[in-house]
């Protein structure tokens, strides 16, 4: 008779270790599936985070941050839009570059040469000096080439899409002619 309540005792043991096993198994899916969606998440909002901090560098005209900033958001959601978006701020610097030499404001023209070539606090003491007539044409042929290149990048993806996008460019440079380079289309919802 001992031996009949010892051996249900072994199976309610190797019942409850099942159980266990079983148990512990789903608990690592369900944590595995959750690591999953933070990481999507993550992704997801740093792609966002990264268009978030372009818009206000445009805003502000820092525009080597804000190529940066679209660079980072390729490297995290590379897209259609990513490249186009990254493509937009290369035009959008050169959209500021002619306007900045159709009011003849060639301090500003040295100001964005600055801005985009200094990266380093040894720039303050030892600052890369440029003529502002020979920085436009630089950075104006640069920027085009960078255009020419990220743009074909995105066709590649998706030509429809990429036209799509640039015509919400389009029509947002027309309503925005003497500042459009400072943001991005609504429909972008940087």
């Known amino acids: 008779m001992k031996s009949t309540p010892s051996l249900a005792r072994g199976h309610v043991c190797v019942v409850f270790y099942s159980l266990f096993v079983v148990l512990a198994g789903f608990w690592g899916g369900v944590l ?3 690591k999953s969606v933070a990481e999507t998440n993550h992704v997801q909002s740093s792609g966002n985070t990264d268009l978030a901090r372009a818009k206000v560098f445009l805003q502000v005209g820092d525009y080597r941050r804000a190529v940066e900033a679209c660079q980072q958001n390729i490297d995290h959601n590379p897209s259609v839009e990513a490249y186009v978006y990254l493509a937009y701020v290369y035009q959008a610097i050169d959209g500021y570059l002619a306007y900045l030499a159709k009011q003849e404001d060639y301090v500003k023209v040295e100001q964005l040469s600055l801005n985009l070539t200094a990266r380093e606090v040894i720039d303050i003491i030892d600052p890369p000096n440029v003529m502002p007539r020979m920085a ?3 950075i104006h042929e640069g920027l085009r080439q960078q255009f020419d290149i990220t743009a074909s990048m995105a066709n590649r993806l998706n030509r429809l899409r990429t036209d799509e996008l640039w015509l919400q460019q389009s ?3 027309k309503i925005h002619p003497d ?3 400072a943001s991005v289309p609504k429909e972008w919802r940087w």
Request: net charge neutral; no cysteine.
């Open 32 to 34: 595995d599936v959750s």
């Open 136 to 138: 436009q044409e630089l």
């Open 171 to 173: 029509r947002w440079r």
């Open 179 to 181: 500042s459009w380079w």
